[in-house]
């Protein structure tokens, strides 16, 4: 618990660090709280310094952050429910006179840990500890398995599904029979091809042990692929300035990294650099981002946040709905809000930046995703397709004779049983600008044959209507 004198006086004024524009793309800038301005650069690129100063009881934070007296308080009596560590990099990340800050939120305690509006919280969601055959081992599909392989992590993250795992304090440093138990349990099932080596934080692991892992699976013929499941890029990338630690991954031959940035102020040099010496080791690096309630449920923020993982090469891969477990329902939001993201970004950023959105269900379901809807109608003969502008296509996808007899009708009807290919809705930018260049064209071929262009007056600028075929229009 934390210490007296912390329930008689607020924290002190905290000077306000220097933070890039909000308009600045990513990676930013670096930043420093100016509690750590006079750390020497060399300390602090330094994991171990890093972690050996993270901020880990209510003490620190009253130190560094405005807190009301409720606030410590309500914090104070969460300390002993779950771990708090953050490392001084990424706490820096945090603007502090925003107290809705999204940095603060996933690393900062709140009392709203302690509510549960629906009462559905749940120690372990996804039911991974009964699909557990070995301990520290979950099979749930047929062809894959995930070790936990520490209940350490570089930052103890507050939406985390794991924090039944994660309370365990201290952890194995050295080889554990139930380390073998996995390894064992692993060779003896070859349809297993695919393992997540997780935790906790595999990359916190000390190295020997971590070597462990990765030559034993690298060694089991049928094991095509290993994932790491960490954060440490986002939240430790000074773990992977350590070349011996690259030279370990790019070894095992069969790793991917699956990362974890959930907001683009995290995508900093110091993260573009981590994840640059994984692609350059051959390490393909994919993120994982959770929707979160305050923190990237908005449209300009997630396509700011996968451009910006597109621009250092790591790919968008899942958009997670937050899970429901213990201390995060305050994070969670609509599954209509991860779908309206999802419709604001299909079409609007490039197709690699597309993550599929799922839920984890209960039950251990696994994951199931999630997306608009963009199949509307169909019949015997084709589909209807909507497309990210709002188009309706009539789609045949065999080639076959027709067997609905054409029909006078209307709308998405039309489309399946009348003579219309496609629907497009008032005022499509695509179309204008189709009209504007069939026009342009049209002036140049009446200059060169010194003919008069029955299109070189402008066309009115009337809204489009539904028309037969965007080619007539």
Same mark, same amino acid.
């Given at each position: 618990?934390?210490?007296?004198?912390?329930?008689?006086?607020?924290?002190?004024?905290?000077?306000? /660090?220097?933070?890039?524009?909000?308009?600045?793309?990513?990676?930013?800038?670096?930043?420093?709280?100016?509690?750590?301005?006079?750390?020497?650069?060399?300390?602090?690129?330094?994991?171990?310094?890093?972690?050996?100063?993270?901020? $880990?009881?209510?003490?620190?934070?009253?130190?560094?952050?405005?807190?009301?007296?409720?606030?410590?308080?309500?914090?104070?009596?969460?300390? &002993?429910?779950?771990?708090?560590?953050?490392?001084?990099?990424?706490?820096?990340?945090?603007?502090?006179?925003?107290?809705?800050?999204?940095?603060? !939120?996933?690393?900062?305690?709140?009392?709203?840990?302690?509510?549960?509006?629906?009462?559905?919280?749940?120690?372990?969601?996804?039911?991974?500890?009964?699909?557990?055959?070995?301990?520290?081992?979950?099979?749930?599909?047929?062809?894959?398995?995930?070790?936990?392989?520490?209940?350490?992590?570089?930052?103890?993250?507050?939406?985390?599904?794991?924090?039944?795992?994660?309370?365990?304090?201290?952890?194995?440093?050295?080889?554990?029979?139930?380390?073998?138990?996995?390894?064992?349990?692993?060779?003896?099932?070859?349809?297993?091809?695919?393992?997540?080596?997780?935790?906790?934080?595999?990359?916190?692991?000390?190295?020997?042990?971590?070597?462990?892992?990765?030559?034993?699976?690298?060694?089991?013929?049928? =094991?095509?692929?290993? $994932?790491? &499941? *960490?954060?440490?890029? =986002?939240?430790?990338?000074?773990? !992977?300035?350590?070349?011996?630690?690259?030279?370990?991954?790019?070894?095992?031959?069969?790793?991917? =990294?699956?990362?974890?940035?959930?907001?683009?102020?995290?995508?900093?040099?110091?993260?573009?650099?981590?994840?640059?010496?994984?692609?350059?080791?051959?390490?393909?690096?994919?993120?994982?981002?959770?929707?979160?309630?305050?923190?990237?449920?908005?449209?300009?923020?997630?396509?700011?946040?996968?451009?910006?993982?597109?621009?250092?090469?790591?790919?968008?891969?899942?958009?997670?709905?937050?899970?429901?477990?213990?201390?995060?329902?305050?994070?969670? *939001?609509?599954?209509?809000?991860?779908?309206?993201?999802?419709?604001?970004?299909?079409?609007?950023?490039?197709?690699?930046?597309? /993550? *599929?959105?799922?839920?984890?269900?209960?039950?251990?379901? &696994?994951?199931?995703?999630?997306?608009?809807?963009?199949?509307?109608?169909?019949?015997?003969?084709?589909?209807?397709?909507?497309?990210?502008?709002?188009?309706?296509?009539?789609?045949?996808?065999?080639?076959?004779?027709?067997?609905? $007899?054409?029909?006078?009708?209307?709308?998405?009807?039309?489309? +399946?049983?009348?003579?219309?290919?496609?629907?497009?809705?008032?005022?499509?930018?695509?179309?204008?600008?189709?009209?504007?260049?069939?026009? $342009?064209?049209?002036?140049?071929?009446?200059?060169?044959?010194?003919?008069?262009? *029955?299109?070189?007056?402008?066309?009115?600028?009337?809204? +489009?209507?539904?028309?037969?075929?965007?080619?007539?229009?």
């Amino acid at each position: 618990m934390f210490e007296l004198d912390a329930r008689r006086s607020l924290a002190p004024a905290v000077p306000t /660090p220097a933070l890039a524009s909000e308009e600045e793309e990513p990676p930013s800038r670096p930043r420093r709280h100016p509690t750590w301005h006079d750390v020497p650069e060399e300390q602090w690129q330094d994991w171990r310094w890093q972690m050996q100063h993270a901020i $880990r009881s209510v003490r620190q934070l009253r130190r560094l952050l405005r807190l009301s007296r409720e606030e410590l308080e309500a914090i104070g009596r969460l300390e &002993g429910d779950y771990k708090m560590a953050i490392p001084p990099y990424y706490f820096s990340l945090i603007d502090p006179d925003d107290p809705q800050d999204p940095i603060r !939120l996933q690393s900062v305690p709140s009392a709203q840990e302690a509510e549960s509006a629906s009462g559905y919280a749940l120690t372990d969601p996804l039911e991974e500890d009964k699909d557990s055959p070995v301990p520290g081992l979950t099979h749930r599909y047929p062809d894959r398995v995930l070790l936990l392989t520490t209940p350490n992590c570089s930052m103890y993250c507050r939406f985390c599904t794991r924090k039944r795992a994660t309370l365990t304090r201290g952890g194995w440093e050295a080889i554990h029979p139930n380390d073998e138990r996995m390894i064992d349990y692993i060779r003896r099932h070859p349809q297993v091809r695919d393992v997540i080596v997780s935790g906790g934080d595999p990359l916190t692991l000390p190295l020997p042990k971590l070597r462990y892992y990765l030559e034993q699976l690298r060694e089991i013929p049928h =094991v095509d692929v290993v $994932r790491i &499941g *960490t954060r440490v890029p =986002v939240t430790l990338p000074q773990r !992977l300035f350590d070349p011996e630690l690259i030279e370990l991954l790019e070894s095992a031959e069969k790793v991917y =990294v699956h990362t974890h940035f959930n907001h683009p102020r995290e995508i900093t040099p110091e993260a573009s650099r981590a994840c640059r010496a994984l692609i350059k080791a051959g390490i393909p690096v994919n993120n994982h981002t959770v929707l979160l309630r305050g923190v990237n449920d908005d449209l300009a923020i997630m396509r700011e946040l996968i451009r910006g993982l597109l621009r250092i090469k790591v790919r968008p891969y899942y958009l997670f709905h937050c899970d429901p477990v213990v201390g995060a329902g305050h994070f969670r *939001t609509s599954i209509w809000k991860g779908l309206e993201i999802i419709e604001g970004l299909r079409g609007h950023v490039s197709g690699i930046g597309i /993550p *599929t959105y799922v839920v984890d269900s209960p039950h251990g379901g &696994g994951k199931i995703p999630l997306m608009p809807n963009y199949l509307v109608s169909m019949s015997d003969d084709a589909v209807v397709l909507r497309n990210y502008e709002g188009l309706l296509i009539r789609y045949q996808a065999e080639d076959k004779p027709a067997t609905i $007899r054409p029909t006078a009708t209307q709308g998405v009807s039309a489309l +399946l049983q009348g003579d219309q290919s496609v629907l497009v809705p008032e005022g499509n930018e695509r179309m204008a600008r189709r009209r504007a260049s069939t026009s $342009r064209k049209s002036r140049r071929k009446g200059a060169a044959t010194g003919t008069r262009s *029955t299109s070189s007056k402008a066309a009115p600028r009337i809204p +489009l209507p539904l028309v037969p075929d965007p080619a007539h229009s």
